[in-house]
Every structure is written in structure tokens, then in C-alpha cells.
């Protein structure tokens, strides 16, 4: 039972332009999202979260967006650049599940310089 | 200066042997987590212990028994290793429950 799903295992963007990364969950007691990047032999960095008592959160050229009615979360990245090229885990947690982060299964993120 | 560590980075075993993996924070986080990212990439969690307190148990096998001597360390420990074992097991810890994880960078287990 996944309850969070990234559907989009891989995106490739050009260098300068937007990435968008997109998330999906079913379990509505989730009220904390998370996204985490993470290089090869590395550890998932934090990047940015978003409450449920928010639709929007930004922070540099990373924005969060959270349609709570869709249960729906996307993570812009304006602009690209080859650095960010990665994996994203986008990640919940809320109701009783203290602590307990649920990951969706990541998106291979490539940008080309 | 690294916020989480582990010990070791690989570890190559073979089936039937015991094996522990240490995990560190110098982050004066309460909690910590152990976490199993396996062949198809799904990051779960297994573990969670709150000031040496255990808060999380997912469906383990009772053959991982996690550890914390003190609230700045959880190791895991791995008896009759299987080959379904072989996975990275990331450790991570956060102030509480309800902020950001800050992982370590992973222990790769390989059981022959």
C-alpha cells in the first residue's frame, strides 16, 4: 500500500529552465510534507517542507506547493543548474505516525548543462 | 564535523552470521531513526527511539534489535542475516517527531 507515489521516475531539464517534481498521497492524516534530495553513496539531504496549513512555501530557487483537495504536492526548482541534479524523495507524516516519514519512490532529476 | 555518521559504509557478510551497524549524532537531537532502502529504492522505516526510548517498531523481523545507549547514539544490530537483508540502512535523527530527519550517509549490507 503506497501512500505516497512519485509517478514520474525520471525528468531531464535543460539548464536555466524549471523543473517541476510532483507527488502524490492517499493517507489524509498527512499533515507535514517534506522533500529530500539525495546524490549516489550519499544520505538524503533536507531540502524544503510544507504544513497543511499552507499551500505554498518557498525558500531560494526552491518552491513547495500543496493542493491538500488533489493531495497533491509539487516541488518547482527555478532556475536549473547541473548541481541539482539528483534524486528527490518527497516524503509525509502527520496524525499518529510520530516521527514516521512515508517516501514515495523518488525521480531521478538530470539537468543538462 | 559530521552531523550523522554510521559505521561501517559496506559491509560484505555471509548468511547465518551476526553483524551491527553504528549510527552517531552530534546534533543534540531526542530522536533517531533507522531506515532500509531496498532494491527498488523505497526508503521504510523500521525503527524510532525518542531520548533512548523506543517510539517506532514497523514490521521488523525480530532478528534487527536496535540499540541506543545514550540519546546520542542507535545501533543496529542484525542477527542470522538472510540474503533478503542485503539493502542501505540509513540512520537519520531529528530534534522531535515533527521536524526535518537529517540522515546519515547509509551502510551498504551485502549477505552472500
Known amino acids: 500500500d503506497q501512500q505516497v507515489k512519485q509517478n514520474s521516475p525520471s525528468l531531464s531539464v535543460q539548464e536555466g529552465r524549471i523543473s517541476i517534481l510532483n507527488c502524490d498521497y492517499t493517507n489524509s492524516m498527512f499533515d507535514y510534507f517534506l522533500w529530500y534530495k539525495k546524490y549516489p553513496a550519499e544520505g538524503p539531504t533536507f531540502l524544503i517542507s510544507?504544513?497543511?496549513?499552507?499551500d505554498k512555501n518557498e525558500d531560494g530557487r526552491f518552491t513547495v506547493f500543496l493542493n491538500k483537495s488533489a493531495k497533491h504536492l509539487s516541488l518547482h526548482i527555478v532556475p536549473s543548474q547541473p548541481g541539482d541534479s539528483a534524486v528527490y524523495f518527497c516524503?509525509?507524516?502527520?496524525?499518529?505516525?510520530?516521527?514516521?516519514?512515508?517516501f514515495g519512490q523518488g525521480t531521478i532529476l538530470t539537468v543538462h548543462p | 564535523d559530521t552531523a550523522v555518521s554510521q559505521t561501517p559504509k559496506y559491509l560484505v557478510t555471509q548468511m547465518g552470521n551476526d553483524k551491527s551497524i553504528k549510527c552517531e549524532q552530534n546534533l543534540g537531537h531526542d530522536t533517531m531513526y533507522w531506515y532500509k532502502q531496498d532494491s527498488k529504492k523505497f526508503l521504510k522505516i523500521m525503527f524510532s527511539y525518542n531520548n533512548k526510548e523506543l517510539i517506532i517498531n514497523e514490521t521488523v523481523p525480530n532478528r534487527f534489535s536496535p540499540k541506543s545507549p545514550d540519546k546520542a547514539h542507535l545501533n543496529l544490530h542484525i542477527n542470522s542475516l538472510e540474503l533478503g537483508d542485503s539493502a542501505v540502512y540509513f540512520c537519520a535523527s531529528s530534534q522531535d517527531g515533527y521536524n526535518e530527519q537529517f540522515f546519515g550517509p547509509g551502510t551498504r549490507l551485502t549477505v552472500l
Open positions: 510544507i504544513s497543511s496549513i499552507k
Open positions: 516524503a509525509a507524516t502527520g496524525g499518529t505516525s510520530y516521527g514516521k516519514l512515508t
